[in-house]
T-cell receptor, first 115, second 114 residues
Framework: ETGVTQTPRHLVMGMTNKKSLKCEQHLGHNAMYWYKQSAKKPLELMFVYNFKEQTENNSVPSRFSPECPNSSHLFLHLHTLQPEDSALYLC??????????????FGSGTQLSVL | AQTVTQSQPEMSVQEAETVTLSCTYDTSESDYYLFWYKQPPSRQMILVIRQEAYKQQNATENRFSVNFQKAAKSFSLKISDSQLGDAAMYFCAYRSAWGNQFYFGTGTSLTVIP
């Protein structure tokens, strides 16, 4: 079993649908992240949770709604998405300490297509 | 905000040869970390190597090594004895010593020719 597991692997949805992406980490880490990966663009940080509390929200549209019920699970709820939201969504985790520099552990991502 | 630039969208290397991937970054901070991540077709990003800015010695991990030039804000990755399994997208990333924010480059697609 990999350290960070994401489901589903692929998702096709219409603009009026509601769906959720799931991420689970088995590493005992205290921080979890959602990133968006689009072709020829740097990874975009969407949300960060430290100790289950959201600490970063990089001006993400409200049609993306994160949920972190505990330090091992992270969800990204999607509703009324736009075609430009089609991308690879990556979940990551890290073990944050007083001083940073810790590496990220990534899942395999969910490839999202919005029709 | 910090920026990370990878000026080589694509690179190729002959199997068993050496290749160097370039990365530059812009920051006013003195304490930070730099990373190279590999993303194979399986899509899972895997850490290749990590460098702490306050360490002058270049990091090495088996066939992978970096050339860290702090004054020039340059952080290149050298892959020696390239193998077919090295074919992937490679991302350079910057992280401040404080906070959770990582800054990634746009990636370099590496092809290994048999």
């Amino acid at each position: 079993e990999t350290g960070v597991t994401q489901t589903p692997r692929h998702l096709v949805m219409g603009m009026t649908n509601k769906k959720s992406l799931k991420c689970e980490q088995h590493l005992g880490h205290n921080a979890m992240y959602w990133y968006k990966q689009s072709a020829k663009k740097p990874l975009e940080l969407m949300f960060v949770y430290n100790f289950k509390e959201q600490t970063e929200n990089n001006s993400v549209p409200s049609r993306f709604s994160p949920e972190c019920p505990n330090s091992s699970h992270l969800f990204l709820h999607l509703h009324t998405l736009q075609p430009e939201d089609s991308a690879l969504y990556l979940c990551a985790s890290s073990q944050e300490r007083d001083r940073g520099g810790e590496k990220l552990f990534f899942g395999s991502g969910t490839q999202l297509s919005v029709l | 905000a910090q920026t990370v630039t990878q000026s080589q969208p694509e690179m190729s290397v002959q199997e068993a040869e050496t290749v160097t991937l370039s990365c530059t970054y812009d920051t006013s901070e003195s304490d930070y970390y730099l990373f190279w991540y590999k993303q194979p077709p399986s899509r899972q990003m895997i850490l290749v190597i990590r460098q702490e800015a306050y360490k002058q010695q270049n990091a090495t991990e088996n066939r992978f090594s970096v050339n860290f030039q702090k004054a020039a804000k340059s952080f290149s990755l050298k892959i020696s004895d390239s193998q077919l399994g090295d074919a992937a997208m490679y991302f350079c990333a910057y992280r401040s010593a404080w906070g959770n924010q990582f800054y990634f480059g746009t990636g370099t697609s590496l092809t290994v020719i048999p």
